[in-house]
Nanobody
Framework: QVQLVESGGGLVQAGGSLRLSCAAS????????MGWFRQAPGKEREYVAA????????YYADSVKGRFTISRDNAKNMVYLQMNSLKPEDTAVYYC??????????????????WGQGTQVTVSS
């Protein structure tokens, strides 16, 4: 059974940092792109960051560029999202996702096949 489990969310003050982790199990994800999405109450889901299986293609939303860093450890089936300089507008449930594409680059949001249950990130002002 394929599972993605996020951890590392919590409450942090503005300007602080959090590191989200996503543990993948059920099969190897070393050939999957991994992505992070977030959804705040009343807002659409936002594609935050993604990394190709090889690590040579990375995407960041403009809203997080320069503050968030995505990384992965294929040997451990893990993907991470280091979030620095957090702002109240970063408050959301964060989800990791996995998707396998055959082209260079990262998947479009609709190309992700597996999703985690999410972890809450709350940034206080």
């Amino acid at each position: 059974q394929v599972q993605l489990v996020e951890s590392g969310g919590g409450l942090v003050q503005a300007g602080g940092s959090l590191r989200l982790s996503c543990a993948a199990s059920g099969r190897t994800f070393s050939r999957d792109a991994m992505g992070w999405f977030r959804q705040a109450p009343g807002k659409e889901r936002e594609y935050v960051a993604a990394i190709r299986w090889s690590g040579d293609s990375i995407y960041y939303a403009d809203s997080v560029k320069g503050r968030f860093t995505i990384s992965r450890d294929n040997a451990k089936n893990m993907v991470y999202l280091q979030m620095n300089s957090l702002k109240p507008e970063d408050t959301a449930v964060y989800y990791c996702a996995a998707g396998r594409i055959l082209r260079v680059g990262v998947p479009a949001p609709y190309e992700y096949d597996y999703w985690g249950q999410g972890t809450q990130v709350t940034v206080s002002s």
